[in-house]
C-alpha cells in the first residue's frame, strides 16, 4: 500500500467523509482495490461509527467493492444505531446492481405466512428490502421475492420503487391461492397507488392475461381494499378507466358485480369517468357506465336516455345487457321502473327473467305480484266424475306392498284417495297416496304425492323424474292433443309434475280481468298450440301460495313445456315471480 493507501485507512477512525472522499479519488485503481480487504473487518467493529466510516469509503469504491457485498449487508447486525443499516442503503446503489441484487435476494429468509407480525428473520429482511428499495428500477429481478411479503406491510416501498415493472408480479402474487389475506389485497393496493398512471397498461395486460374467473376477480379485490397506514387515500382513477374498459365489458356477471361495487365504493370523483364510459362504442360499457352513474346522480338525463333506448333496442342481447347492468348496478331508479316492468312481456324468456331480477332489485316484485293477485284467477278445471271412470280404486293392501317395493319398509301407509282427473283420462285413475316415516304419523315421507293406476301398477309421479311416466300415459290413452282443453292439460301437468300433490301447492292461473286495467299485461290463459316442427307446446302460470304464522309466501311462474309427437316431454321454466309478505 502507499501512503495515501494508508492515509486512507487511518482516516477512517478521525476524520469526516469530506476528507475520505478526497484521499479516495485521489488512489489509482490498483490502490483502490486494495482498500477492500482491510475495510471488510471494520465493517463489525464495534464504533458504529468506524462501521459507517468502512461503508462509505466502499460506496466510494464503486464496482470494485463488489467481493464486500455479502459483508456490506451484514454490517447492520448488532449495530448499536440503525444509521449504520441507513449508510448501506445508500452505498449499494454506488457499488451497482448487477452485483448487489442477486446478494441481496440470497440473504432474504423464507418468506412468513401471511398477516405475520414476527418472524425470525423479520429485521433482517425488513433492512433488505430497504436496501432493495433504493435500486428502483434496477431491482426488477428482485419483485418475484419480494411479493410473498405483501401480506406482512414491509414489501410495499420497494416493490413501489421498482415501479410499473413490478405490477406483473404483484398481480400473480394476488392471484395465487384461493384465499389470501386482506392485508396482501391491501399492501398490492398501496404498490399500485404509489406506482400511479404508469400501472394502467400492466393492469390492463393483467386482465388480457387472466383466464379464469378467480383470477380476474382477484385483480379487482385490489380495489375493494381499505387504506392502509401507509400515506394511500385511494388508487389513481386513471386505474378505474382499466377497470371500465376489462369489467363493464365482461359479459360475466360476478365480475360485473364486483366491478360496480367498486365503483359504487369511490366516490363522486369516478363521475366524470362514467360520464365518459357512456360515449363508449361498447354498448356493455355503455349500459354499466349509465347504471353506475344513476347511483351517483339519480335523475341524469342521459344515462335514464341511454337505458331507456337499450331497453327498447331491436337487439335482445341489448336489451339482456342493459337489465343486467342495472340489476348488477344495485341501484334503485324508480324512474326505470315502467320501462322494466314492461320487458316482463319481452318476446325473449332471458330478457323477461333478467327483467324480473331487475325488479326485485328496484324492489318492485311484491308490488307486481299483489296487482298480479288482483288481476288473476284460478284457471277452470273441467273434471271428470269418478263414476265415469271403469278402473277400481286399488286396494290398500295392493298399495303398501307397492310403497315397500317402491321405497322402504321405513313407510308407513296410511291412507289413499282417488283425485279428480282431466276428462282425457280413459285408461289411468290419479291416486294421492299419503305415507310416513314409520312411526311419525304426521311427517310426510318420499313417498307422499301422486300416484297413476292403470288396474296393474301403481306408478309413482315423481315431480323430479316423473316426465317419463307421464309421457307413457300419454301414449297409452292414444291422445289426441288437438282436442285437449288448454286449461285442462295444464291442471294435469301442473298436478302430477309440478310438485307432487301440487293441486294444493300449485294453481293454475290465468286472467281474471285485463291487465291492463293494473298496467300489467303479463299472465296468460293456458294454450295448447301445434309446433310447425312437430309436436305441441303449451304454456300457462301458475300460483303458489303458503303462510306462516307471520310471513306469507306468493310466486307467479310461467311455464313451457313441449310435447313431442312421440310424447316425450321437455319443460322449460320461463319466468318466476317471487315474493314474501308480512301479515
Same mark, same amino acid.
Not at 209 to 235: C, Y
Not at 286 to 291: E, M
Not at 298 to 324: G, I
Not at 393 to 417: G, R
Given at each position: 500500500?502507499?501512503?495515501?493507501?494508508?492515509?486512507?485507512?487511518?482516516?477512517?477512525?478521525?476524520?469526516?467523509?469530506?476528507?475520505?472522499?478526497?484521499?479516495?479519488?485521489?488512489?489509482?485503481?490498483?490502490?483502490?482495490?486494495?482498500?477492500?480487504?482491510?475495510?471488510?473487518?471494520?465493517?463489525?467493529?464495534?464504533?458504529?461509527?468506524?462501521?459507517?466510516?468502512?461503508?462509505?469509503? +466502499?460506496?466510494?469504491?464503486?464496482?470494485?467493492?463488489?467481493?464486500?457485498?455479502?459483508?456490506?449487508?451484514?454490517?447492520?447486525?448488532?449495530?448499536?444505531?440503525?444509521?449504520?443499516?441507513?449508510?448501506?442503503?445508500?452505498?449499494?446503489?454506488?457499488?451497482?446492481?448487477?452485483?448487489?441484487?442477486?446478494?441481496?435476494?440470497?440473504?432474504?429468509?423464507?418468506?412468513?405466512?401471511?398477516?405475520?407480525?414476527?418472524?425470525?428473520?423479520?429485521?433482517?429482511?425488513?433492512?433488505?428490502?430497504?436496501?432493495?428499495?433504493?435500486?428502483?428500477?434496477? @431491482?426488477?429481478?428482485?419483485?418475484?421475492?419480494?411479493?410473498?411479503?405483501?401480506?406482512?406491510?414491509?414489501?410495499?416501498?420497494?416493490?413501489?420503487?421498482?415501479?410499473?415493472?413490478?405490477?406483473? =408480479?404483484?398481480?400473480?402474487?394476488?392471484?395465487?391461492?384461493?384465499?389470501?389475506?386482506?392485508?396482501?389485497?391491501?399492501?398490492?393496493?398501496?404498490?399500485?397507488?404509489?406506482?400511479?398512471?404508469?400501472?394502467?397498461?400492466? +393492469?390492463?395486460?393483467?386482465?388480457?392475461?387472466?383466464?379464469?374467473?378467480?383470477?380476474?376477480?382477484?385483480?379487482?379485490?385490489?380495489?375493494?381494499?381499505?387504506?392502509?397506514?401507509?400515506?394511500?387515500?385511494?388508487?389513481?382513477?386513471?386505474?378505474?378507466?382499466?377497470?371500465?374498459?376489462?369489467?363493464? =365489458?365482461?359479459?360475466?356477471? *360476478?365480475?360485473?358485480?364486483?366491478?360496480? =361495487?367498486?365503483?359504487?365504493?369511490?366516490?363522486? @370523483?369516478?363521475?366524470?369517468?362514467?360520464?365518459?364510459?357512456?360515449?363508449?362504442?361498447? %354498448?356493455?360499457?355503455?349500459?354499466?357506465?349509465?347504471?353506475?352513474? &344513476?347511483?351517483?346522480?339519480?335523475?341524469?338525463?342521459?344515462?335514464?336516455?341511454?337505458?331507456?333506448?337499450?331497453?327498447?333496442?331491436?337487439?335482445?342481447?341489448?336489451?339482456?345487457?342493459?337489465?343486467?347492468?342495472?340489476?348488477? @348496478?344495485?341501484?334503485?331508479?324508480?324512474?326505470?321502473?315502467?320501462?322494466?316492468?314492461?320487458?316482463?312481456?319481452?318476446?325473449?324468456?332471458?330478457?323477461?327473467?333478467?327483467?324480473?331480477?331487475?325488479?326485485?332489485?328496484?324492489?318492485?316484485?311484491?308490488?307486481?305480484?299483489?296487482?298480479?293477485?288482483?288481476?288473476?284467477?284460478?284457471?277452470?278445471?273441467?273434471?271428470?266424475?269418478?263414476?265415469?271412470?271403469? +278402473?277400481?280404486?286399488?286396494?290398500?293392501?295392493?298399495?303398501?306392498?307397492? &310403497?315397500?317395493?317402491?321405497?322402504?319398509?321405513?313407510?308407513?301407509?296410511?291412507?289413499?284417495?282417488?283425485?279428480?282427473?282431466?276428462?282425457?283420462?280413459?285408461?289411468?285413475?290419479?291416486?294421492?297416496?299419503?305415507? /310416513? %316415516?314409520?312411526?311419525?304419523?304426521?311427517?310426510?315421507?318420499?313417498?307422499?304425492?301422486?300416484?297413476?293406476?292403470?288396474?296393474?301398477? +301403481?306408478?309413482? &309421479?315423481?315431480?323430479?323424474?316423473?316426465?317419463?311416466?307421464?309421457?307413457?300415459?300419454?301414449?297409452?290413452?292414444?291422445?289426441?292433443?288437438?282436442?285437449?282443453?288448454?286449461?285442462?292439460?295444464?291442471?294435469?301437468?301442473?298436478?302430477?309434475?309440478?310438485?307432487?300433490?301440487?293441486?294444493?301447492?300449485?294453481?293454475?292461473?290465468?286472467?281474471?280481468?285485463?291487465?291492463?286495467?293494473?298496467?300489467?299485461? &303479463?299472465?296468460?290463459?293456458?294454450?295448447?298450440?301445434?309446433?310447425?316442427?312437430?309436436?305441441?307446446?303449451?304454456?300457462?302460470?301458475?300460483?303458489?301460495?303458503?303462510?306462516?304464522?307471520?310471513?306469507?309466501?306468493?310466486?307467479?311462474?310461467?311455464?313451457?313445456?313441449?310435447? /313431442?309427437?312421440?310424447?316425450?316431454?321437455?319443460?322449460?321454466? *320461463?319466468?318466476?315471480?317471487?315474493?314474501?309478505?308480512?301479515?
Amino acid at each position: 500500500m502507499n501512503d495515501i493507501t494508508n492515509k486512507v485507512l487511518e482516516a477512517m477512525y478521525c476524520d469526516g467523509k469530506g476528507q475520505l472522499a478526497e484521499l479516495v479519488s485521489s488512489l489509482p485503481e490498483s490502490e483502490k482495490e486494495l482498500l477492500i480487504a482491510p475495510l471488510i473487518p471494520i465493517l463489525q467493529s464495534d464504533s458504529p461509527y468506524d462501521r459507517m466510516n468502512a461503508i462509505y469509503v +466502499l460506496g466510494l469504491l464503486g464496482p470494485l467493492a463488489s467481493p464486500a457485498v455479502p459483508a456490506l449487508i451484514q454490517a447492520p447486525e448488532n449495530a448499536r444505531l440503525a444509521n449504520v443499516a441507513w449508510e448501506v442503503t445508500k452505498t449499494l446503489p454506488n457499488i451497482g446492481a448487477s452485483c448487489v441484487v442477486p446478494e441481496l435476494i440470497k440473504a432474504l429468509g423464507q418468506a412468513p405466512a401471511e398477516a405475520a407480525n414476527g418472524w425470525a428473520s423479520k429485521d433482517q429482511d425488513a433492512r433488505i428490502m430497504e436496501h432493495l428499495a433504493a435500486f428502483g428500477p434496477a @431491482a426488477i429481478t428482485a419483485a418475484p421475492y419480494l411479493v410473498p411479503y405483501l401480506g406482512c406491510y414491509i414489501a410495499e416501498k420497494a416493490l413501489a420503487s421498482i415501479g410499473s415493472a413490478a405490477i406483473p =408480479a404483484v398481480i400473480e402474487e394476488v392471484q395465487r391461492g384461493e384465499k389470501r389475506h386482506p392485508r396482501v389485497y391491501s399492501n398490492a393496493a398501496d404498490v399500485l397507488a404509489a406506482v400511479g398512471v404508469a400501472a394502467s397498461q400492466p +393492469l390492463s395486460e393483467a386482465f388480457d392475461q387472466a383466464k379464469t374467473e378467480e383470477a380476474r376477480l382477484s385483480i379487482l379485490q385490489i380495489f375493494r381494499a381499505k387504506p392502509t397506514p401507509s400515506h394511500r387515500t385511494s388508487l389513481p382513477i386513471e386505474l378505474y378507466s382499466v377497470l371500465m374498459e376489462k369489467c363493464f =365489458a365482461s359479459a360475466d356477471r *360476478k365480475e360485473s358485480r364486483e366491478a360496480h =361495487a367498486v365503483f359504487g365504493a369511490y366516490g363522486a @370523483a369516478v363521475i366524470p369517468l362514467l360520464s365518459a364510459g357512456m360515449s363508449n362504442s361498447n %354498448p356493455y360499457i355503455q349500459a354499466n357506465a349509465a347504471a353506475a352513474m &344513476l347511483k351517483y346522480v339519480p335523475d341524469d338525463s342521459t344515462a335514464l336516455e341511454k337505458l331507456l333506448t337499450f331497453f327498447a333496442h331491436n337487439h335482445e342481447q341489448v336489451r339482456m345487457v342493459a337489465l343486467r347492468a342495472v340489476t348488477d @348496478a344495485g341501484g334503485n331508479c324508480e324512474m326505470l321502473v315502467p320501462a322494466v316492468m314492461k320487458a316482463l312481456t319481452d318476446p325473449d324468456s332471458e330478457v323477461r327473467r333478467q327483467a324480473a331480477e331487475c325488479l326485485k332489485q328496484l324492489g318492485q316484485i311484491a308490488r307486481i305480484i299483489s296487482k298480479l293477485q288482483q288481476s288473476c284467477s284460478v284457471a277452470e278445471f273441467v273434471h271428470t266424475d269418478v263414476s265415469d271412470v271403469s +278402473l277400481p280404486m286399488p286396494s290398500d293392501t295392493f298399495i303398501k306392498d307397492t &310403497l315397500k317395493h317402491q321405497f322402504s319398509e321405513n313407510v308407513q301407509f296410511y291412507s289413499a284417495h282417488r283425485m279428480d282427473q282431466p276428462k282425457f283420462l280413459k285408461r289411468h285413475i290419479l291416486v294421492e297416496v299419503k305415507g /310416513s %316415516p314409520f312411526g311419525q304419523k304426521n311427517m310426510w315421507s318420499e313417498a307422499s304425492g301422486v300416484y297413476a293406476y292403470d288396474g296393474k301398477q +301403481l306408478r309413482y &309421479l315423481d315431480p323430479q323424474n316423473g316426465k317419463n311416466i307421464v309421457s307413457d300415459i300419454l301414449r297409452d290413452e292414444l291422445l289426441l292433443m288437438d282436442q285437449v282443453d288448454p286449461s285442462e292439460f295444464a291442471w294435469f301437468l301442473n298436478g302430477t309434475l309440478l310438485g307432487g300433490f301440487a293441486y294444493q301447492a300449485h294453481r293454475v292461473v290465468e286472467p281474471s280481468r285485463n291487465g291492463a286495467d293494473i298496467g300489467l299485461e &303479463l299472465v296468460t290463459k293456458p294454450s295448447l298450440k301445434a309446433v310447425e316442427s312437430g309436436g305441441w307446446m303449451i304454456e300457462f302460470w301458475s300460483k303458489c301460495e303458503w303462510g306462516a304464522c307471520t310471513q306469507t309466501y306468493c310466486s307467479f311462474q310461467e311455464h313451457h313445456y313441449f310435447i /313431442s309427437e312421440q310424447f316425450d316431454i321437455t319443460y322449460e321454466e *320461463k319466468l318466476k315471480l317471487e315474493s314474501t309478505f308480512n301479515r
